[in-house]
C-alpha cells in the first residue's frame, strides 16, 4: 500500500520479489545494491534463519523520479523461498504496490515454480487480492546456466496472464535493473492516475 508523505513531498512504494528458494530473489537486491550509488541506496537489512540459507528479507529504498512533484522510493523486499516460511511470506507481501516473480529457469526446478507462484495467488488472495489487481511481472532467471527450459514452456506455466516478462543471469547482473525498471513503470503509471 502506497504511503504518501505530504509534508515531505514524498511517495513510498513497496515491491516484492517473490519465488521459490534459491531462485535468485536475493541476487537480485544484492546486485541492485551494489550496483547502486551511495546517495541512492539506503541501509541493506538481512534477517537470517538457522535453517535456510537465504535471507529472510531485504530493504533497499532507492529514489527514483518524481510523479507531480513528488519524490518517489521504492522499497524491495524479498520473501523466504522455502513453503516453511508461509506466515513470513505472508508479512512480507501485505501492502505490496508491485511484485516481481522470480522464477528459476532450470528444468529441475519446474516443480517448485509451479507451487510458488500457485502460493503468490493464494497469498494475495488473503490479503483481498489477486495477481490482475497489482503491478506485477515475471523474471525468468538463471538463463546462463545448461539444462534450462525454454521460454515457451515457462511462459506457458508461468504466465498464463499475459505480464510483461524478463530474462536475467542475476549474478552477473544480466536483466536486473531491467526488471525492476519494468516494474517500476507500471506501479509509476499507476500512482500517476491516482495521486
Do not use: W
Amino acid at each position: 500500500m502506497t504511503y504518501v508523505n505530504h509534508l515531505a513531498k514524498e511517495i513510498n512504494c513497496k515491491i516484492v520479489y517473490y519465488g521459490p528458494g534459491l531462485c535468485g530473489k536475493t541476487t537480485n537486491l544484492q546486485y541492485i545494491f551494489e550496483a547502486s550509488k551511495p546517495e541512492a541506496k539506503g541501509k541493506m537489512i538481512s534477517l537470517a534463519t538457522d535453517t535456510e540459507r537465504t535471507l529472510f528479507f531485504d530493504f533497499l529504498p532507492i529514489e527514483l523520479g518524481s510523479v507531480r512533484g513528488y519524490k518517489v522510493r521504492f522499497h524491495l523486499y524479498t520473501v523466504p523461498g522455502q513453503v516453511f516460511y508461509d506466515a513470513s511470506r505472508k508479512l512480507v507481501l501485505r501492502g505490496a504496490d508491485g511484485l516481481i516473480f522470480v522464477a528459476d529457469s532450470q528444468s529441475s526446478r519446474s516443480e517448485a515454480n509451479s507451487e510458488s507462484v500457485e502460493n503468490l495467488a493464494l497469498n494475495l488472495a488473503q490479503h483481498g487480492q489477486s495477481l490482475a489487481d497489482i503491478p506485477y511481472i515475471i523474471q525468468y532467471n538463471k538463463r546462463d546456466l545448461p539444462e534450462i527450459l525454454p521460454l515457451e514452456t515457462l511462459r506457458a506455466d508461468l504466465n498464463p496472464l499475459g505480464v510483461p516478462e524478463y530474462e536475467a543471469a542475476a549474478k552477473s547482473g544480466v536483466g536486473v535493473f531491467e526488471t525492476l525498471k519494468g516494474l517500476s513503470r507500471l506501479v509509476l503509471t499507476r500512482l500517476a492516475t491516482s495521486v
